[in-house]
């Protein structure tokens, strides 16, 4: 064969050679083309069930915070999946399913993603589920509601929208049955001073100096209580360290005139216009108790009188919920089945007068280390703070709220006395109040997710 035809022969021989390595690489294609579409297509649809997880798991707290505040399941989860799962997402969400038991809320949910490469072997779609379960948490709560009862209260319905937010966090915590074995709640009002009871002789007797020592006229000892030596009306130290507490008396004065040596006594023991040496002294103490309907009687009961010290509204919230004297019935600090939590409200700025007896005396006494307003109302404030540092450092959780107050000053307290800046509520109006309280009430119930 001439040397020509020859080469002409393997030309074409190559050439048949390569036209087979092409259908061969085309056909091999295919199933590589579709391994690289199948991981992207996973890889979209992964990020599809984490953006479910996320809002399903937003829409099942929701719910189980909502419970007994009447609101709608699903209209409450269907809001939370949709704000939290917003159109512009990847994937195309269904609605969220609900289910509601005595235990646990369960939200199912399921989006579908139009696939890209796997459409080649006729997947045009992928369906995605997701579901989250809430359970109530079963670990008790320990609460001390300290609450403002002083003066200013009973102006703007500020007193009465108290007492229904307190009452709607009651409601909340106990869901509504008369008493509970996980939750126990106390209550401190405060004025100028607190009121430790006078019911019980064993407790006055073992914390409380005598209470016949005064002329208390045609009345008695109420069971209010002067503040302890500094540094002691800050801590929750007992009597051997810190001293019993002195029961307040406020003497006749030109702003208290209840004693006249011509005309004898000119007593008005109902408050909250009252005359008399328990001028002022608000409603006593309510320990705590598991009992729902104690708490709504004593919330009911509360009445508008008085200065301001927060100050001692918080420590006595604070000896409260111990396990320590004066009051015992908190659980051990150590203890793990139980979280202790205190709620503290006012509407005004720490204050102190001339005129106006308190648990710190007159002013111009110079118990507080000044007889200046503002150096008694720094004293206060720095008093208080050293009390909310006190309990945080105990573990208990601490909320504050400051109600239809403009004092910047009070307002950086409260947000520095509050664990975290979310716990601190400014709330100007009695809407921004009602809705701190229910945002509260939601934190306390503890709830978590179980899977």
Not at 284 to 308: F, H, K
Not at 323 to 333: M, N, Q, V
Request: charged share 15%.
């Amino acid at each position: 064969m001439p040397l020509r035809d020859t080469l002409s022969h393997l030309s074409g021989l190559w050439s048949d050679r390569r036209g087979s390595i092409a259908v061969v690489l085309a056909i091999s294609l295919v199933p590589i083309l579709l391994g690289v579409g199948l991981s992207i297509d996973i890889g979209r649809a992964y990020i599809v069930k984490q953006q479910l997880l996320r809002a399903s798991d937003a829409a099942a707290l929701a719910v189980a915070s909502s419970i007994g505040n009447g609101e709608d399941s699903d209209t409450v989860a269907q809001n939370f999946f949709n704000a939290n799962y917003p159109t512009s997402k990847l994937g195309t969400p269904g609605e969220p399913s609900v289910t509601v038991t005595d235990e646990e809320v369960t939200v199912a949910t399921s989006a579908t993603l139009e696939t890209t490469f796997m459409k080649i072997a006729g997947l045009d779609e992928i369906t995605v589920s997701a579901t989250s379960i809430v359970s109530r948490e079963t670990t008790g709560l320990e609460l001390v509601m300290v609450l403002d009862n002083t003066g200013s209260m009973a102006s703007s319905s500020k007193l009465t929208t108290m007492q229904s937010a307190a009452d709607a966090l009651i409601d909340t915590l106990f869901d509504g049955a008369a008493t509970s074995d996980t939750i126990k709640v106390g209550l401190v009002p405060f004025a100028g001073g607190v009121n430790v009871g006078n019911s019980d002789a064993a407790f006055t007797a073992a914390y409380v100096g005598d209470t016949t020592a005064d002329d208390w006229g045609t009345t008695s000892w109420e069971g209010c209580v002067m503040a302890r030596a500094d540094p002691y009306d800050q801590t929750d130290d007992d009597v051997a360290t810190g001293g019993t507490w002195e029961p307040f008396y406020w003497a006749d004065h030109s702003y208290n005139d209840w004693y006249s040596s011509w005309w004898g006594y000119s007593i008005d023991a109902t408050p909250p216009s009252s005359y008399g040496p328990n001028k002022y002294c608000p409603l006593a103490i309510t320990p705590l108790t598991n009992v729902a309907a104690t708490l709504t009687s004593e919330i009911a009961s509360m009445w508008a009188s008085g200065y301001t010290h927060v100050n001692l509204g918080a420590v006595w919230g604070w000896r409260v919920i111990s396990p320590d004297p004066p009051f015992e019935e908190g659980a051990a600090y150590t203890s793990s089945d139980w979280n202790k939590a205190v709620i503290i409200l006012t509407d005004g700025v720490n204050t102190t007068s001339n005129y106006v007896y308190t648990a710190y005396e007159y002013r111009s006494d110079g118990v507080l280390g000044s007889t200046s307003s503002s150096g008694t109302t720094d004293e206060l404030n720095d008093r208080l703070s050293t009390i909310c540092t006190n309990m945080k450092a105990e573990g208990i959780e601490v909320f504050t709220i400051t109600f239809q107050l403009s004092d910047s000053d009070t307002q950086t307290i409260f947000e520095n006395c509050a664990s975290e800046s979310d716990n601190y509520f400014d709330s100007p109006s009695n809407d921004d109040l009602t809705a701190a309280f229910q945002v509260i009430g939601a934190k306390l119930k503890r709830l978590h997710l179980s899977q």
